[in-house]
């Protein structure tokens, strides 16, 4: 049975990332018939919108996406069309695992774990306003019910993973009613998953921990803000922004796609390094049961990587035939 999976190749490098990561996937046996959407500047220049709604549709008619970056246009009325993607489709958990591997040069060696951040309030629900004409405000949302979702959500993870520990991160020392609400209500879940070691620490601290024995990490679950930066902080541990893949996930709907943005100063030249947009294939394998698959291009692509790279990374291969040594590898 083929899957019906919408893909959307995004803007700047999006196309050759997004395009190589179809090569690889498309030649590792499993039947997948995409539905190629545009979004971003191309349909902003024919349709007037950089989220037309036939992307929305797409995406929950077929319940899965591949997402390249998609730019949101400068200029009054836009709004972040990622955001808008991820508020309209209810994507509450935003997953960026984190890996070493080998042959990349890297601050670390032997790092496995997974931030799951929670992605729909705390600072970016962007309820702000000024006070008067010298101070501003903004407003940080921390509920229940999206607390108790997303520490529920990590703790099935590392359940499913087979990973024994999860780490909630906050700063409820100093906001106590917020942070101590999301602390409170991991400390409960916590309770159901006695087969899971849990711990808490605050996220000063644990950007100190992080950077020094991020070996000892295994699931990160934080609120939105945290969770964004630390995830970017822990690429940076293992290789950088051309390594990091993610995924959006809702109640039925996943839409996998790459940390990085659309990087401008590198897109048209065939030099952007796809192993992210890959990688974000391959959580989306795992998402659809094809794990047999998925372990299939990851294991290649690690053999890939060993001795070769794209320029990011300090070899030579562009990116189009970095996906044929990856195509080369798969067996
Ligand atoms: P956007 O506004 O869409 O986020 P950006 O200019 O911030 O775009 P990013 O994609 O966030 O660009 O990445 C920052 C820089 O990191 C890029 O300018 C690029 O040089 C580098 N970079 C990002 N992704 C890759 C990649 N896949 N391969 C190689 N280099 C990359
Ligand atoms: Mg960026």
Request: glycine letters at 20%; a negative charge; charged letters at 10%.
């Given at each position: 049975m083929a899957y019906n999976i919408t893909l959307i190749p995004g803007d700047g490098i999006g196309p050759e990332v997004i395009g190589a990561a179809r090569k690889v996937i498309d030649a590792s046996g499993v039947d997948i018939s995409w539905e190629i959407v545009e979004a971003g500047a191309i349909s902003n220049k024919n349709l007037g919108t950089p989220l037309p709604n036939y992307v929305i549709n797409s995406i929950k008619k077929n319940k899965i996406a591949l997402k390249g970056p998609v730019t949101t246009p400068i200029g009054e009325g836009f709004k972040s069309v990622n955001v808008t993607l991820r508020q309209n489709l209810n994507l509450f958990a935003n997953i960026r695992p984190i890996k070493s591997y080998e042959g990349i040069e890297s601050i670390h060696k032997n790092v496995d774990f997974v931030v799951v951040r929670e992605n729909t309030e705390d600072l970016y629900t962007g309820i702000e306003h000024m006070v008067g004409e010298d101070a501003a405000e903004s407003i940080k949302i921390i509920t229940k019910d999206a607390s108790e979702r997303i520490c529920r959500f990590a703790f099935e993870l590392a359940r499913r993973e087979g990973r024994k520990k999860v780490t909630l991160v906050h700063k409820a020392n100093i906001m106590k009613l917020s942070d101590g609400l999301f602390l409170r209500c991991g400390k409960e879940i916590a309770k159901e998953y006695t087969d899971i070691e849990f711990e808490d620490i605050i996220v000063d601290a644990m950007s100190m921990k992080l950077v020094q024995?991020?070996?000892?990490?295994?699931v990160i679950v934080a609120p939105n803000l945290y969770g964004d930066i630390l995830s970017d902080l822990s690429a940076g541990l293992v290789g950088g922004l051309g390594l990091a893949p993610g995924a959006n996930i809702g109640e039925d709907i996943a839409v996998f796609e790459s940390v990085h943005g659309s990087a401008p100063d590198i897109a048209g030249k065939n030099i952007a390094n796809p192993t992210s947009a890959i990688l974000s294939g391959v959580m989306m394998l795992k998402y659809i049961g094809e794990e047999r698959v998925a372990k299939k291009i990851e294991n290649a692509l690690a053999e890939t990587l060993k001795d070769k790279g794209t320029i990011d990374l300090?070899?030579?291969?562009g990116t189009e035939e970095f996906a044929q040594e990856v195509i080369k590898n798969l067996k």
């Open positions: 024995n991020p070996q000892n990490y295994d300090g070899g030579n291969l």
